[in-house]
């Protein structure tokens, strides 16, 4: 006997079976009338009445489980899943069925079959049969059961190879219609290719290794600029169930291309070492080194050998910049640079050589606009989507083609790329997303089935846990190689293209108008040009470039990020706080302010103080000291005079420049700092200088008061010399009463020195050590006082 989980009930009567299968007869009786009556008179998959269709509506069916996904012929299928009573009455006799519709004879009738929701007994199938029938108690409403269902395959009487439609019905009754009826009914496929096709499609799968934003542009002023995150939200996405984390580990085990943005790999190195993490108006230190590590580890190992498509450092937003970037000159330059560091990081930090020949514009959506772009960096070739550049053919051609001037567009197919875009959370949604995409992977492959052909799928950029998860389930589950076959990305781009796939590049005016909405602005643009001007006239004056130019440089990247689409605000944050850090460190070279001045004199030397505040020096600038009256004021006998500028880290520079005044009177002047190539450095400083020459009448009146104090000056010498000796006079002829005979004296009883002229006595020398000397303070580095006077 079959097996059949048990649903807590018991099997259905002989006498319930004959009454469902009465049922189908009546159901079924229009739809043989209309065959018998000929061709056109009623549909064989006529869609059911309103009413009919809201009643199949009444209990909610989910399908969470389907296993084997793709079944060989001695497999037992095991459906499980949930049934919820949305009615206002509860449903009595109920019954689950399994029933495998008519083979789909087309990827089209996979979309529609998705796509229908209520009941219809010619395309929904027949049950299985009695023996696999689940009976269920009593379903309340708002009350949900779990349900499975175990049937061999050999059951499902599947003919030919291809894909079929498998769904599981509720069918009961409520106390409004005391009769046998279906409520509720989810369809899902069943791909049966139970042996391997001499020819399989060739499906490549790209696996995108992308994220948002998370560095700043701010750096530690330490020897290893210490970087500093706008938060710890990376750290999440890095461990082992975050997102990233489990695109690693889940990737490791699929045949598919990585596609990186360099960008990643370079934040998350930087976070394996020291870095700090915003707070507020501060910083603390980041503590999340260890995952950083071991999710940089496990990438690498995950890589070892594969095929990486590395991406523009930052994955910049190719559309945005063709379509409003362009209008800003400058804007391509950043495409290259971002293009030219892409190979260097990704090889520097996970050892494997990366391809840069790729361009993926969002969604895969392109114009002429858009491929002259993305070209213009180096890449020649451009991941475009089958839903951008379309076909009009019945079936669907290899994804490589040329499209002119020496590039491959790589079309991936759009149904198989959104696949898994919706919410993946629930079992039921990943369940039937799974389904889904086997049964087009098959679809696909026999549509021609002698004419084997390379398909592309590129899913969204930065797929949550839950899709990566589904994506994985049906990437393994075409492992046995049945009816694909993998193929990396630069094999699938030097395919022979199709003859007949179309290489017609899309008219700009066909670019889809919700992606043209979530472009960058053309200010934005404007501002990053804005950055890159300040950032380009700071950088020649700086004597340890790099440590201003990579940090930067790499922010104004990120400023063109595709992660910004839809979120204008945060983006529009980001620019404003790259440009206010670039603008506080430029300020850190400044002249310090002068206030009045006066100038006593026809000639004096006036200083001027450059402080450099950086933790590195600078040169290359050259400061330019105006008078706004070369008349009055003269520097070097001119209105303008300049002086070179090298000032060492945390140092300042005072710089003297001669000044001659010719009338007295105010005069403005206007210091300025000046790159060397001509440009403007920082605000101007202004300052006045009060001229106030010295007239010959003020002359001869200081010189009298001079004289004055030199004769005063010789007076008291004069009078203390003579007093001196009028007291040696006195002492000698004390001496002499004393004793008549005492030695020393003249003969006519003077002293020795009597009778030598006064200006043989040696007076003391002025010159000698010990007289007072000029004091010479040390000049002071702040900004001047007012009323300061200028060295003569």
């Given at each position: 006997?079959?097996?059949?989980?048990?649903?807590?009930?018991?099997?259905?009567?002989?006498?319930?079976?004959?009454?469902?299968?009465?049922?189908?007869?009546?159901?079924?009786?229009?739809?043989?009338?209309?065959?018998?009556?000929?061709?056109?008179?009623?549909?064989?998959?006529?869609?059911?009445?309103?009413?009919?269709?809201?009643?199949?509506?009444?209990?909610?069916?989910?399908?969470n489980?389907?296993?084997?996904?793709?079944?060989?012929?001695?497999?037992?299928?095991?459906?499980?899943?949930?049934?919820?009573?949305?009615?206002?009455?509860?449903?009595?006799?109920?019954?689950?069925?399994?029933?495998v519709?008519?083979?789909?004879?087309?990827?089209?009738?996979i979309?529609?079959?998705?796509?229908?929701?209520?009941?219809?007994?010619?395309?929904?199938?027949?049950?299985?049969g009695?023996?696999?029938?689940?009976?269920?108690?009593?379903?309340?409403?708002?009350?949900?059961?779990?349900?499975?269902?175990?049937?061999?395959?050999?059951?499902?009487?599947?003919?030919?190879?291809?894909?079929?439609?498998?769904?599981?019905?509720?069918?009961?009754?409520?106390?409004?219609?005391?009769?046998?009826?279906?409520?509720?009914?989810?369809?899902?496929f069943?791909?049966?290719?139970?042996?391997?096709?001499?020819?399989?499609?060739?499906?490549?799968?790209?696996?995108?290794?992308?994220?948002?934003?998370?560095?700043t542009?701010?750096?530690?002023?330490?020897e290893?600029?210490?970087?500093?995150?706008?938060?710890?939200?990376?750290?999440?996405?890095?461990?082992?169930?975050?997102?990233?984390?489990?695109?690693?580990?889940?990737?490791?085990?699929?045949?598919?291309?990585?596609?990186?943005?360099?960008?990643?790999?370079?934040?998350?190195?930087?976070?394996?070492?020291?870095?700090?993490?915003?707070?507020?108006?501060?910083?603390?230190?980041?503590?999340?080194q260890?995952?950083?590590?071991?999710?940089?580890?496990?990438?690498?190992?995950?890589?070892?050998?594969?095929?990486?498509?590395?991406?523009?450092f930052?994955?910049?937003?190719?559309?945005?910049?063709?379509?409003?970037?362009?209008?800003?000159?400058?804007?391509?330059s950043?495409?290259?640079?971002?293009?030219?560091?892409?190979?260097?990081?990704?090889?520097?930090?996970?050892?494997?050589?990366?391809?840069?020949?790729?361009?993926?514009?969002?969604?895969?959506?392109?114009?002429?606009?858009?491929?002259?772009?993305?070209?213009?960096?180096?890449?020649?070739?451009?991941?475009?989507?089958?839903?951008?550049?379309?076909?009009?053919?019945?079936?669907?051609?290899?994804?490589?083609?040329?499209?002119?001037?020496?590039?491959?567009?790589?079309?991936?197919?759009?149904?198989?790329?959104?696949?898994?875009?919706?919410?993946?959370?629930?079992?039921?949604?990943?369940?039937?997303?799974?389904?889904?995409?086997?049964?087009?992977?098959?679809?696909?492959?026999?549509?021609?089935?002698?004419?084997?052909?390379?398909?592309?799928?590129?899913?969204?950029?930065?797929?949550?846990?839950?899709?990566?998860?589904?994506?994985?389930?049906?990437?393994?589950?075409?492992d046995?190689?049945?009816?694909?076959?993998?193929?990396?990305?630069?094999?699938?781009?030097?395919?022979?293209?199709?003859?007949?796939?179309?290489?017609?590049?899309?008219?700009?005016?066909?670019?889809?108008?919700?992606?043209?909405?979530?472009?960058?602005?053309?200010?934005?643009?404007?501002?990053?040009?804005?950055?890159?001007?300040?950032?380009?006239?700071?950088?020649?004056?700086?004597?340890?470039?790099?440590r201003?130019?990579?940090?930067?440089?790499?922010?104004?990247?990120r400023?063109?990020?595709?992660?910004?689409?839809?979120?204008?605000?945060?983006?529009?944050?980001?620019?404003?706080?790259?440009?206010?850090?670039?603008?506080?460190?430029?300020?850190?070279?400044?002249?310090?302010?002068?206030?009045?001045?006066?100038?006593?004199?026809?000639?004096?030397t006036?200083?001027?103080?450059?402080?450099?505040?950086?933790?590195?020096?600078?040169?290359?600038?050259?400061?330019?000291?105006?008078?706004?009256?070369?008349a009055?004021?003269?520097?070097d006998?001119?209105?303008?005079?300049?002086?070179?500028?090298?000032?060492?880290?945390?140092h300042?520079?005072?710089?003297?420049?001669?000044?001659?005044?010719?009338?007295?009177?105010?005069?403005?002047?206007?210091?300025?700092?000046?790159?060397?190539?001509?440009?403007?450095?920082?605000?101007k400083?202004?300052?006045?200088?009060?001229?106030?020459?010295?007239?010959?009448?003020?002359?001869?009146?200081?010189?009298?008061?001079?004289?004055?104090?030199?004769?005063?000056?010789?007076?008291?010498?004069?009078?203390?010399?003579?007093?001196?000796?009028?007291?040696?006079?006195?002492?000698?002829?004390?001496?002499?009463?004393?004793?008549?005979?005492?030695?020393?004296?003249?003969?006519?009883?003077?002293?020795?020195?009597?009778?030598?002229?006064?200006?043989?006595?040696?007076?003391?020398?002025?010159?000698?050590?010990?007289?007072?000397?000029?004091?010479?303070?040390?000049?002071?580095?702040?900004p001047?006082?007012?009323?300061?006077?200028?060295?003569?």
């Amino acid at each position: 006997m079959a097996e059949a989980a048990d649903f807590q009930g018991m099997a259905p009567s002989p006498a319930r079976r004959w009454l469902l299968r009465t049922a189908s007869l009546i159901a079924g009786a229009p739809l043989v009338a209309g065959l018998l009556g000929g061709p056109g008179v009623v549909q064989a998959h006529a869609a059911p009445s309103a009413a009919a269709a809201a009643v199949s509506r009444t209990v909610d069916v989910a399908i969470n489980t389907l296993t084997p996904i793709a079944p060989g012929n001695d497999d037992t299928l095991t459906i499980s899943g949930t049934v919820l009573n949305k009615g206002k009455q509860t449903v009595t006799e109920a019954e689950l069925d399994l029933r495998v519709g008519p083979q789909l004879t087309g990827r089209t009738d996979i979309d529609r079959a998705s796509d229908r929701t209520g009941y219809n007994s010619g395309a929904d199938g027949s049950p299985v049969g009695d023996d696999f029938t689940v009976s269920l108690p009593r379903l309340v409403s708002g009350i949900s059961r779990d349900f499975s269902i175990s049937v061999p395959v050999s059951e499902l009487d599947l003919g030919d190879d291809g894909v079929y439609q498998l769904a599981v019905s509720l069918s009961g009754q409520t106390p409004d219609e005391r009769f046998d009826q279906v409520l509720g009914i989810e369809r899902t496929f069943l791909p049966w290719q139970p042996g391997a096709r001499d020819k399989k499609t060739q499906l490549t799968y790209l696996w995108p290794l992308i994220s948002s934003t998370h560095l700043t542009s701010e750096t530690g002023s330490d020897e290893q600029q210490t970087p500093v995150f706008a938060d710890e939200s990376l750290a999440k996405e890095l461990a082992p169930y975050g997102r990233l984390g489990q695109l690693v580990s889940l990737g490791r085990e699929l045949p598919v291309t990585w596609v990186i943005d360099p960008d990643l790999l370079a934040t998350v190195d930087a976070m394996t070492r020291n870095y700090r993490v915003k707070s507020g108006t501060g910083t603390v230190a980041g503590r999340n080194q260890a995952v950083a590590k071991q999710w940089l580890t496990s990438v690498e190992t995950a890589v070892k050998g594969r095929k990486v498509v590395a991406l523009p450092f930052a994955d910049p937003d190719l559309a945005s910049l063709a379509h409003r970037g362009r209008k800003v000159s400058g804007s391509l330059s950043h495409l290259q640079q971002a293009t030219q560091v892409a190979a260097t990081t990704v090889e520097t930090i996970i050892h494997e050589k990366p391809s840069t020949d790729f361009a993926w514009p969002v969604d895969g959506a392109i114009d002429s606009s858009i491929v002259d772009v993305a070209t213009s960096a180096g890449a020649d070739k451009v991941i475009a989507r089958s839903d951008s550049l379309r076909d009009d053919l019945d079936y669907t051609p290899t994804a490589a083609r040329p499209i002119g001037g020496g590039t491959t567009a790589v079309v991936a197919d759009a149904r198989l790329s959104k696949a898994f875009q919706g919410d993946m959370l629930s079992a039921n949604s990943a369940t039937l997303a799974v389904q889904k995409f086997l049964a087009q992977t098959l679809a696909l492959t026999l549509q021609e089935p002698e004419n084997q052909r390379s398909i592309v799928v590129a899913p969204q950029r930065m797929p949550t846990v839950a899709q990566a998860q589904s994506m994985a389930r049906a990437l393994k589950a075409l492992d046995a190689q049945r009816w694909t076959e993998p193929l990396d990305l630069i094999a699938a781009a030097g395919v022979e293209p199709d003859a007949d796939a179309t290489t017609q590049i899309p008219a700009s005016s066909r670019y889809p108008d919700h992606l043209r909405k979530r472009e960058l602005p053309v200010q934005a643009f404007q501002s990053i040009r804005t950055t890159q001007n300040a950032l380009d006239n700071f950088r020649v004056i700086l004597t340890a470039r790099d440590r201003v130019e990579t940090p930067f440089g790499r922010a104004i990247d990120r400023e063109m990020s595709t992660s910004w689409r839809g979120r204008p605000t945060a983006a529009k944050l980001y620019r404003d706080s790259v440009r206010r850090n670039l603008q506080g460190l430029t300020e850190e070279v400044r002249l310090i302010e002068k206030s009045q001045i006066t100038l006593s004199g026809r000639s004096a030397t006036i200083p001027v103080t450059v402080q450099n505040r950086l933790v590195q020096g600078v040169d290359n600038l050259v400061l330019r000291l105006s008078s706004d009256n070369p008349a009055r004021l003269s520097l070097d006998d001119k209105r303008i005079a300049e002086r070179p500028i090298e000032v060492r880290g945390g140092h300042s520079q005072s710089v003297k420049f001669d000044a001659l005044s010719n009338v007295n009177g105010r005069v403005q002047m206007t210091a300025q700092l000046y790159t060397e190539d001509g440009k403007a450095y920082g605000p101007k400083m202004q300052f006045t200088v009060k001229v106030s020459e010295i007239t010959p009448t003020v002359m001869l009146v200081i010189a009298g008061g001079v004289l004055l104090l030199v004769l005063a000056g010789i007076r008291m010498y004069t009078q203390r010399k003579r007093a001196a000796r009028d007291q040696a006079a006195t002492d000698a002829t004390g001496a002499t009463n004393g004793d008549d005979t005492g030695a020393g004296a003249d003969e006519d009883g003077s002293p020795a020195a009597k009778g030598r002229p006064e200006s043989d006595i040696e007076s003391p020398d002025p010159g000698q050590a010990g007289d007072p000397t000029p004091d010479t303070g040390p000049e002071s580095g702040k900004p001047s006082g007012p009323g300061e006077k200028v060295d003569r």
